[in-house]
Structure formats: structure tokens, C-alpha cells
């Protein structure tokens, strides 16, 4: 028996099984909807980009957590990759690459144990001040 055959003999067994099967399938289709919902949100956090998660979610390119795990990976790496680039620019552009390190100033470089001493008492007169103590140096 054909299924044309079996609708014109049973019209109201076939009507009955096809509703059962469209219910069937939206009741699948809803716990999966669900489910990929659940999954997104398990990971949001992770993503840490609203936008991106409101896309995967509603907008115009839905997708699965996994595939939001990618897209996001892609995303981060990306703006990693131009952060590197702008501080690399940023070093060139601030000049910092020709400092030396040798001290500049007056001194002239040599450490006498007379000036040691001054620079050490300098430095206890200051604490002291910083502390309270000394004020009427």
C-alpha cells in the first residue's frame, strides 16, 4: 500500500501520525535550540565579548559553542598580533631604543667615600623628615 493509498483509506490515521511526527521533530528542535543556548552560555564568560556572544546567539551568523570558541580564538589572536605590532611602533616612535644607560648629570662619575657619606646622610636627613622626626633640620 502506497502512502496515497493509505491516506484515502485512513485519513484520520494519517493525519494523527503526521501531527505526531511535526510534534515529535519541534520538541527536537527546541531541546536543541536550548541546548545550544546553555552551551554559549557556559562559555560567555570565556569569550569575554558581548557582541560576539549576541551574534552566536541571535544574530545573522548563529552558531555553536564550539564554534564560537573558534571565532573568538580568531578574534583574540588577531588583536593580539595588532597589539604587538602597535607596541613594537610605539617603542620605534618614543625614541627609547637610543638610551644609553650610562648616568647623566653634573657628577662626574667617581664615588669618594666622602661623597658616599654625604649621599648616605642626605638620604637618613629625608627618612627622617618623611618619618616625623628631625623637623627642625
Do not use: W
Amino acid at each position: 500500500m502506497t502512502l496515497e493509498e493509505l491516506r484515502a483509506a485512513h485519513p484520520e490515521l494519517v493525519a494523527q501520525a503526521e501531527q505526531q511526527a511535526v510534534t515529535a521533530a519541534v520538541a527536537d528542535a527546541v531541546a536543541d535550540e536550548r541546548k545550544r543556548l546553555s552551551d554559549i552560555d557556559d562559555i560567555a564568560t570565556s569569550v569575554g565579548d558581548a557582541t560576539l556572544v549576541n551574534d552566536a546567539k541571535y544574530g545573522g551568523n548563529p552558531c555553536t559553542a564550539q564554534e564560537l570558541a573558534f571565532r573568538s580564538l580568531k578574534k583574540n589572536a588577531s588583536l593580539g598580533k595588532a597589539h604587538l605590532e602597535n607596541s613594537q611602533a610605539d617603542y620605534t616612535a618614543s625614541g627609547t631604543g637610543s638610551v644609553g644607560a650610562a648616568p647623566t648629570g653634573s657628577d662626574d662619575g667617581e664615588e669618594t667615600p666622602e661623597k658616599v657619606q654625604a649621599h648616605a646622610e642626605n638620604a637618613m636627613k629625608n627618612y627622617s623628615k618623611m618619618m616625623g622626626g628631625g623637623k627642625g633640620e
